[in-house]
Every structure is written in structure tokens, then in C-alpha cells.
């Protein structure tokens, strides 16, 4: 009788309060969403940077973007973000988690700060730590493989079968075709560590665990594990490690500018580096508001689903 | 029979684990070396070898660069978070608390915010400043981040406050206590975890932020990141001093994963979960 009542003291008071509880964070937000409406509305003008006024220019930038080779070179980084980071990050968290998770004595205290570290760093760090290592001429990188990895016979074979020998080191991020993977090879390092917190996150619920272990009782072999207990089980954790590395690497801007800027030529630059560009340096705002609704719009078709799921899972419904 | 291939197996996935987690300690450990030795020693290119004597002057010379964005930066990124997790705890509670009709259709708009990429509000933030004369100046910074990060101090707030136990604060509403300072005396205290993890989660982001950092920030103001960026291209080929930069750069947030890893991974997983 006393909760009932206490309860609806409290649901009383949700009006009541509502205000002083909520207006602080809604000022915010309100903000941030009127300033995304604006960014929306700004890309149908022809605003630049210094000019009095915008005039409606209906879908002029999109049109002029649509034209140049160099925003198609940007979309087609970042598709290659999405294949050759998202994916490969994925599967090298799961596959850590899973190792972790069947050796036998517990490493995984001791093992996962080392994969974890890097998440704690900042972007930039990452990219000058990464652009001294994959500097062509005098990078860590080529120093290993001219010091250590050609003086190992079978590897020495293997390396020149693929073009690589002393005298012709790789080219690395003044390689325009190759530069895009040594990005995201530094990527990798800092996200793969988050990626198999997440993993382990999801082998530790409890069902999972004592499905593992009941099967192992019954001699099940780590590949049969893998295939009928663990995958079927974690396709929620993998949907939610893939979602959130893709939202990621449509607006990597940080580690690709430190690293290259872009370059050689545009080689490597992505949405957002063009956006800043062009926002920044060419003072084309309306151009830059342009290519942040673009990337707006990719993002928001993952965000959208992403968010309906996760409410969805909270609230019961 | 059985014995020697379990073995093989075990002693394979442990040689698989300790190899890689050697790959990811490597560039941790050239950076901390490099960072000690002088240029003479790096010429030599023995980059794996730590140096004969450590040089802690390459730390002396980044810091006449980096001491006023240290300073700047660590000021900004505490009032920042402490404005986000105070703020989103109340929302945070709110939405956990009083549900009605409005409550989905809220958490979906803050959620979705979390999300929001820097680079939709980026245009707009400069202009508004700008009118305001807020760039390059610590108020201009404060705001941009406590706008950015709040919608994900709200959320991991409020899927904490789900989770957590409603008797105290009915025995507290028998006892007359209104819902704030029910709030204010009763919930903020036992929660001090889930805000010591939402606060590490915030200063992280804060901290590590390059983008807002690079536009809003300058001369007056400056942020960790962009100076550490800038080191790059001044010291072009001095490794020794940039990674003496970076070094200094990552010292908060790693003090605060090794000291506080827990609640480290705690805000992690809770911000990717939300």
C-alpha cells in the first residue's frame, strides 16, 4: 500500500521535475540539432566563406560534387575503409576473444590491457607514432624487413616473390595504391583491442558460458565449438563490433590527416578530410556542408537501425 | 595420445596470443625509447636497441611547446566532464526514472546525437562562435565539447539507472524526500562509480579530440592534440622529439587506464552498448 503510493508520488512528480531534471541536457541537444538542420540547410546555397549573403542554389553542390573525380576518389576510400578495416578488425577481435577465452589457464588479465592500451591513446598520437613507422626511407617498418625479415632464409624467398628485396624496399605511404592500407594498419592497432573487449564482453554472458562449457564436457573440439555453440550465439555482439567500426570509419578524419593529408596527390583522403578542406582551406562553406550531409546520411543509415534496436532491448518493447 | 595434441593445441594458441600481443607492445616500446635518445642515435638506425644513456632533455624542449596545451588542455577537458556527467546523471536519471510518452521518442533523439559525426556541426559551431567571438578562447572549447559529449554522458547514465535498485529512493520519498534531493543526496552518492567510469569515458574523448580542437582552438587557447600534430611538421624527421610529444600526450589517459582500468572499461563497454 505505502509503495503504491510512493510510486505514484513519483509519477507525480515526473511533470513536476521534468524541468529541472531534463531543460539542462535538452538546451544541448536542442543546439546540436538545430545545428545540424542548419548544416543540412546551408548545403542547398552557394555560401563561401566572406559572402554577404547565401542565395538558394538548390542542388548545385551536390551536382558539382557529383562531378569531380576526386569526391568519387573519397567515396571509394572510404568504401575500402569499410571492407578492409571493419572486416579484418572484427574478425582479429573475435578471433583474440575466442583464443583468450579457450586457453585454458586464464591469460586473459595479463593479455588484455596489452590489445587495449592503444584505444586509450589519441588518433593523433597514433598517426605520428605510425607515420615515423611507415616512413618509406627511414621507417621502423622497412628498418625490420631489411634487417630482420630479409636476413631469414625462407622469408627472404617469399618477399621476393612479391617484389621486395633490399635494394627495393616498399614505398609505404608515398605509395599512392598502398598508402590507404598502411592508414588503416594503424587504425587497426588502436581499434582491434576495443573490438575483443567487446567479444568478451558477450562470451561472458552467462548462458553463452555454461553452453561452452557443457559442450566441452562432451569433447567438443574448439572448431565444432566455434560453428554450432559460439557463432549462432554471437550474432548480436558482432552485429553491434561491425555497426560501430563502420559508423567509425565513415568519419575518420583524425589519423588520416596527421598521416598523409590526404596524399599523395588525394590518394588517401576520405569524406571528412574533403570536408575540412574544402570547408577550411577553399572556403567553399556550402561545399563542405554538402559533404557533411553526405556523410550524414551514410552514417544516420546505420545510426537509425543501430538505435531502434538498442531502445528496443532497454525499454522491453 | 589425447594428452600430447591437447598440448600442441594449447601451447600453439598461447604462442598465437603472445605473438601478438608482442606486435601491439612494439610501437609502445619504440615510442618510449625514441623518445630518449638523441638524434645522433636515431641516425644510427638500431630503432629496436634502447638507448645507451636516456636524454630527458628531448622531454625539456616538446614541453616549452606542449606546456601551455597541457595546461589548457587538462583545464578544459575536467570542467567539460564535470559539466557532462553532472548534467547527463540528471538526465540520465530522469529518463530511467519517470518514463512517459515522451521518454522513447527522447532516448532515440539523444541517442542518435551520440552518434552524430563532428563534422555535421563543425560549419555551423565556427560560425556561431565566430558572431559570438568565442573562438580561440576557453569558453568557445568548453561548450563545443560539453554539447558533443553529452548525449553520451546521458545515455550511459541512464542505462546504469535501469539497472539500478529503486528501494532506496522509495525509502527515502516515504521519508519525504522530494525526487532532487532524493537525486542530489541519495542516488549521486551511491552511484559514484557508474560517474567515475562515465567521467573517464568523457575526459578520454575530450582529451584525445583533434578535429573541434584544430578549428576552435589557436594561439590563446590550445588543445593537446593539434599540437602534437603540429610537432610533426616542425620536427620534420626529429622522431626523438615528436615521440617525446607523444609520449607527454598520452600521459592522462593512460594513467587513467592503468590506475583506473576498471572503471576504464567499464564506461568503454557501457558507451558502446548504450
Known sequence: MVLEGVRKAMRLGKYKYSFIFLAPALFFILILYFMTIWTIAMSFTDWTFGSKEAH????????????????WRNVYNNILWLVFFVIPSTLLGFFLAFLMEISAEKLEPYLRPLFLYPTALSFVVTGVLWSWIFDPRRGVFNFV?????????????????????????????????RAIFC??????????GFAMLLFLAAFRESLLRQLIEAAMIDGAGALQLLKHIILPNM?????IVTCLLAIFSLKVFDVVWVMTRGGPGY????????????????????????????????????????VYYAIKRWFGL | ???TIYTIRRMLVYFILLFLAFLWIVPMYIMVITSLKTPAEISKMQYLNPPSSPRLQNYGEVMRKMAKALFDCLFISIVSTSACVFIGACAGYYLARFPSRATIPLTFIIMFASFLPYQMILIPLTTFESLLRLIDTHHGLIFAYIMLNLPLATLVSMTFFLTFP?????????????????????????????????????FTSVWNEFLIALVIGGTNVKMIAPV???????????????????????????????????????????????
Request: proline share 4%; glycine share 6%; net charge negative.
Open chain 1, 56 to 71: 538558394f542554389a538548390g542542388l548545385d553542390r551536390y551536382l558539382e560534387l557529383s562531378a569531380e573525380e576526386r569526391f
Open chain 1, 145 to 177: 624487413l631489411a634487417n630482420y625479415l630479409l636476413e631469414v632464409p625462407v622469408l627472404r624467398e617469399v618477399l621476393q616473390v612479391m617484389g621486395i628485396t633490399k635494394n627495393s624496399l616498399p614505398l609505404l605511404l608515398d605509395d599512392p595504391d
Open chain 1, 267 to 306: 590518394a588517401t583522403e576520405v569524406l571528412a578530410v574533403y570536408m575540412y578542406v574544402a570547408a577550411f582551406a577553399q572556403d567553399l562553406l556550402a561545399k563542405g556542408c554538402a559533404i557533411a550531409t553526405i556523410i550524414f546520411s551514410l552514417t544516420a543509415v546505420i545510426i537509425v537501425p543501430y
Open chain 1, 183 to 192: 592508414i588503416v594498419m594503424a587504425a587497426m592497432w588502436q581499434y582491434t
Open chain 1, 235 to 239: 550474432k548480436h555482439a558482432f552485429l
Open chain 2, 1 to 3: 595420445m589425447r594428452l
Open chain 2, 166 to 202: 529503486r528501494e532506496l529512493e522509495e525509502a527515502a520519498i516515504i521519508d519525504g524526500c522530494d525526487p532532487l534531493s532524493t537525486f542530489l543526496y541519495i542516488v549521486l552518492p551511491a552511484s559514484k562509480a557508474t560517474l567515475l567510469s562515465t567521467a573517464i569515458l568523457v
Open chain 2, 228 to 274: 602534437v600534430a603540429e610537432l610533426k611538421g616542425c620536427y620534420t624527421a626529429l622522431w626523438n622529439l615528436q615521440m617525446a610529444g607523444s609520449v607527454i600526450g598520452s600521459i592522462p589517459p593512460l594513467i587513467l587506464f592503468i590506475a583506473m582500468g576498471r572503471y576504464f572499461i567499464r564506461g568503454l563497454l557501457a558507451g558502446a552498448m548504450r
